[in-house]
């Protein structure tokens, strides 16, 4: 950021270097939901083994994978809160992700959590090998095969 701030824009490029970065930033959000919400769902409805609680952690941040008991008008379903805790300093992480939103998605760390994306993938296949055979048909399709 401190680049940019010195940098010498003149209206114009502001107004278009705002619209490519709020566009950027959709993209990476709907892609952080799509990817997090698929993997979720191919556990849930693969009714995978499901840990107590499990924490896949690397120098940039932290996957939280959260078994929760979900109550709707007295029928109790077992679920999966998945929380991304990013390490901004090494003595300073925050809760910047919650599948469940229970902490709001806010614009500026939706960067940070789209970069993390190959640690959580890393933390499926750690804490959830199994899963590999279940999004075997989403690879096929991406790889038109």
């Not at 690397?58 to 999966?80: A, K, M, Y």
């Amino acid at each position: 950021m401190k680049e940019l701030a010195s940098q010498k824009l003149n209206p114009e490029e502001i107004v278009t270097h705002l619209i490519r970065g709020s566009e950027k930033v959709d993209r990476m959000r709907k892609e952080v939901e799509c990817l997090i919400r698929t993997i979720a769902g191919l556990i849930k409805i693969e009714s995978l083994p499901m840990p107590r609680f499990s924490e896949h952690k690397t120098e940039q941040c932290s996957w939280r994978f959260t078994p929760v008991n979900t109550d709707d008008h007295g029928i109790v379903t077992r679920d999966l809160e998945i929380y991304c805790i990013f390490h901004f300093t090494p003595k300073n992480s925050g809760i910047v992700y919650s599948l469940k939103k229970s902490v709001p998605f806010h614009s500026k760390y939706v960067q940070h959590v789209h970069q993390c994306l190959p640690d959580f993938v890393q933390g499926v296949l750690r804490f959830f090998p199994e899963i590999q055979n279940q999004w075997e048909f989403l690879l096929r399709a991406s790889l038109n095969i």
